[in-house]
């Protein structure tokens, strides 16, 4: 605190205020923290092995079947109960508290899947016998990575846009403006859709293809906060000392333009990681087989009969958003010049 100027302890101390936002964030950090260390939490590899006096761990590294008296040189499957007895005999295994990953099938079920949570699968089983549990960590995991990524270069967009229109104004700015117009005038939902079949979708080919559209949220606030402030006395006398236009934008305007663009950044995570889930649950989004929540909401769409897959993505998805929205009140809360 001591390191931190009086307006920047003005916006701590008021975000601290707002508890609901405050606690959310601790919450947000902690359910993220644990969805990145999910492959200790849920796998279908032990953690740690001990055979023979000599300690593996499968979890970060891939054994051979024949390293535990296996018939094969290929990578062992620890849940296949032969491998377990040999192991267990000169041996043990310390298992993460959830055996499956999020694409391990449980070809042990005593019932059809998809199978009802039990004291195996917490969470139940989608109809395919993959552990729900499982496949909730890990697509909360990548839901997340993907709403920040995209975030971020959306971020950057969208301020050096908003950015340049605003500091130049005139021409670059009408263009600028009618070009948003007729771009923001697009139906987005159905273009994703067409780009997204048109090519197989990955991780990075979605980004790509929702940063065409994300960036344009932060364009008309940051303009604003240009167009306010490049007339003002201290862009004027950086002016007449000679400084480039750069560097007035970047190291005098653009602090300033910040503050409101702050604001806006939980709201564009929570936006792309729903239109993650949407094109997901409409099959035109990660490859088939990924850890994904859309395509849990779709499974239990199409399977009413087990209810614990809808509910368990709802539940997981609406956490989520919860968490991102009254982080952004309290963000907003602190930058709110009124609030003392």
Request: glycine share 8%; charged share 15%.
């Amino acid at each position: 605190m001591a390191m931190l100027s009086p307006i920047q302890r003005r916006r701590l101390t008021n975000f601290r205020r707002n508890r609901r936002g405050y606690w959310s964030l601790w919450a947000f950090i902690l359910l993220f923290g644990l969805s990145l260390i999910a492959e200790l939490i849920a796998n279908d590899s032990p953690l740690l092995v001990s055979y023979q006096g000599t300690l593996y761990a499968p979890v970060v590294q891939s054994i051979p079947e024949d390293t535990f008296g296996g018939f094969l040189p290929t990578e062992t499957d620890y849940r296949d109960p032969f491998i377990q007895e040999q192991i267990e005999a000169d041996g043990w295994m310390l298992w993460p508290p959830i055996r499956f990953s999020y694409n391990t099938i449980n070809y042990q079920l005593e019932v059809p899947s998809p199978a009802p949570p039990s004291a195996e699968n917490w969470l139940g089983t989608d109809d395919q016998g993959r552990d729900v549990a499982a496949r909730v960590i890990y697509g909360f995991r990548i839901s997340v990575l993907f709403g920040l990524t995209l975030t971020f270069f959306s971020c950057i967009v969208g301020v050096a846009v908003g950015a340049i229109q605003g500091f130049y104004g005139g021409k670059i700015d009408l263009v600028g403006q009618r070009f948003l117009e007729v771009w923001s005038g697009l139906p987005v939902l159905y273009l994703l859709i067409i780009l997204s079949s048109v090519v197989q979708p990955n991780f990075w080919w979605l980004l790509g293809i929702m940063l065409l559209f994300s960036w344009m949220g932060l364009v008309d606030v940051v303009r604003a906060e240009f167009l306010r402030a490049r007339n003002f006395e201290y862009v004027r006398a950086a002016r007449a000392l000679g400084l480039s236009n750069r560097l007035i934008m970047f190291r005098h305007i653009l602090p300033n333009a910040m503050v409101a663009t702050l604001t806006f950044l939980p709201f564009i995570l929570s936006g792309a990681i729903t239109g993650l889930t949407s094109l997901d649950f409409l099959g035109f989004g990660l490859p088939s087989g990924s850890p994904s929540l859309g395509e849990l909401i779709a499974q239990g769409k199409a399977n009413l009969h087990a209810p614990w897959l809808g509910v368990s993505a709802f539940v997981s998805l609406a956490l989520m958003l919860t968490l991102l929205v009254f982080i952004g009140e309290a963000v907003r809360d602190a930058f709110d010049p009124r609030k003392n």
